[in-house]
T-cell receptor, first 114, second 113 residues
Framework: EPEVTQTPSHQVTQMGQEVILRCVPI?????FYWYRQILGQKVEFLVS????????KSEIFDDQFSVERPDGSNFTLKIRSTKLEDSAMYFC????????????FGQGTRLTVV | AQSVTQPDIHITVSEGASLELRCNYS??????LFWYVQSPGQGLQLLLK??????LVQGIKGFEAEFKRSQSSFNLRKPSVHWSDAAEYFC???????????FGTGTQLKVEL
């Protein structure tokens, strides 16, 4: 069964460092997303990406964040200068060819900023 | 603003007992609704979805949910809970073009043996 793959599963980084979280969405999907879940809180939308550009982003997704689909298979989230409050589980998701189908989520990357 | 409310933060049931997890949404248009489950340290797995049609939808692992437009609810049910159902359950609704999801705060389910 096709699945969304995220790497790494855990990442520890020092405050102020740049991190790149990687995702391989399901191959024939067209919509891609990043969500995050701060420990003990709900899952929050960060950004959606379609046709090689951001289609929607939340207030959380400020200038420190960027997304890219560099090679047609990977989908990355970059945080330029991490803050303590960026510590969270980050989920990548992808959606199929048509609208109103379910999103498939990866297992997540737990980011810890120290 | 669109929102999803899960009133129960924690629920404890005995194995074999029935379960109902509540979800209320606030969304102006026809809602597209989902229930996801998250086991400890795991990602989000889709249990079931509602787009249109029959308001009672069946999902995986013996779960079902009923969409009630008049009550703006999409409650999740299971007739007999298994210990392996212990997890966190999230209700979600599509709130944007391109299928952006808004999640509820989640309900943590504990199953007593």
């Amino acid at each position: 069964e096709p699945e969304v793959t995220q790497t790494p599963s855990h990442q520890v980084t020092q405050m102020g460092q740049e991190v790149i979280l990687r995702c391989v969405p399901i191959s024939n999907h067209l919509y891609f997303y990043w969500y995050r879940q701060i420990l003990g809180q709900k899952v929050e939308f960060l950004v959606s990406f379609y046709n090689n550009e951001i289609s929607e982003k939340s207030e959380i997704f400020d200038d420190q964040f960027s997304v890219e689909r560099p090679d047609g298979s990977n989908f990355t989230l970059k945080i330029r200068s991490t803050k303590l409050e960026d510590s969270a589980m980050y989920f990548c998701a992808s959606n199929g060819k048509t609208e109103f189908t379910e999103a498939f989520f990866g297992q997540g990357t737990r980011l810890t900023v120290v | 603003a669109q929102s999803v409310t899960q009133p129960d933060i924690h629920i404890t049931v005995s194995e074999g007992a029935s379960l109902e997890l509540r979800c209320n949404y606030s969304y102006g248009a026809t809602p597209y609704l989902f229930w996801y489950v998250q086991s400890p340290g795991q990602g989000l797995q889709l249990l079931l979805k509602y787009f249109s049609g029959d308001t009672l939808v069946q999902g995986i692992k013996g779960f079902e949910a009923e969409f009630k437009r008049s009550q703006s609810s999409f409650n999740l049910r299971k007739p007999s809970v298994h210990w392996s159902d212990a997890a966190e359950y999230f209700c979600a609704v599509v709130t944007g073009g391109g299928n952006k999801l808004t999640f509820g705060t989640g309900t943590q389910l504990k199953v007593e043996l």
